[in-house]
T-cell receptor, first 116, second 114 residues
Framework: DQQVKQNSPSLSVQEGRISILNCDYT??????FLWYKKYPAEGPTFLIS?????DKNEDGRFTVFLNKSAKHLSLHIVPSQPGDSAVYFC???????????????FGKGTKLSVIP | EAQVTQNPRYLITVTGKKLTVTCSQN?????MSWYRQDPGLGLRQIYY???????DKGDVPEGYKVSRKEKRNFPLILESPSPNQTSLYFC?????????????FGPGTRLTVT
């Protein structure tokens, strides 16, 4: 059973426009969520995170929104730049529940292409 | 420079020939983990370690072994590799405590088992 779902394998956006990447989760015990970015031939790098006590977290051009009732989060990139072209992974964990906080559950990833 | 290193970066081997992929971090992180990435499946955790001599299974541990004798090293051992272990492997590490969920990943090891 896939607990973290990224239903869009790919997304194309024009440079300067907004990119919205979506992620859904099924495990109601998840209380901390992260986005990672991955370029080809490199390991994933941490991008931004959000705790379940918040509904929004912003870092420069990147904003993550969390809708707990819908078990849905999204990553907004504004404005999108060609260098943002990468695979984006959504991840979730039980941050405040002991042993579960040591494991991240990842989605399958969404490949973002920003067209100049 | 703070980093996670993996060796080798690329490996082609044959079924049944034991191999070890090394992972080392220079950030004094307590937590280390191994993942595999496969097309259409994303990143799946193989094993993790909360500290020296403390390891536990992730979601897909079958066919793998790990050890954590030193804080900085966390090797992944395939005793008898099979073709279904052909994959891209990532090692990751993080601090315990508030930032421990933000894991730092190595560059990856692409393994092909024929």
């Amino acid at each position: 059973d896939q607990q973290v779902k990224q239903n869009s394998p790919s997304l194309s956006v024009q440079e300067g426009r907004i990119s919205i990447l979506n992620c859904d989760y099924t495990n109601s015990m998840f209380d901390y969520f992260l986005w990672y970015k991955k370029y080809p031939a490199e390991g994933p790098t941490f991008l931004i995170s959000i705790s379940s006590i918040k509904d929004k977290n912003e870092d420069g051009r990147f904003t993550v929104f969390l809708n707990k009732s819908a078990k849905h989060l999204s990553l907004h990139i504004v404005p999108s730049q060609p260098g943002d072209s990468a695979v984006y992974f959504c991840a979730a964990t039980q941050a405040y529940s002991g042993a579960g906080s040591y494991q991240l559950t990842f989605g399958k990833g969404t490949k973002l292409s920003v067209i100049p | 420079e703070a980093q996670v290193t993996q060796n080798p970066r690329y490996l082609i081997t044959v079924t049944g020939k034991k191999l070890t992929v090394t992972c080392s971090q220079n950030m004094n992180h307590e937590y280390m983990s191994w993942y595999r990435q496969d097309p259409g499946l994303g990143l799946r955790q193989i094993y993790y370690s909360m500290n020296v001599e403390v390891t536990d299974k992730g979601d897909v541990p079958e066919g793998y072994k790990v050890s954590r004798k030193e804080k900085r090293n966390f090797p992944l051992i395939l005793e008898s590799p099979s073709p279904n272990q052909t994959s891209l492997y990532f090692c990751a590490s993080s601090l315990r405590g508030g930032s421990m969920r933000e894991q730092y990943f190595g560059p990856g090891t692409r393994l092909t088992v024929t």
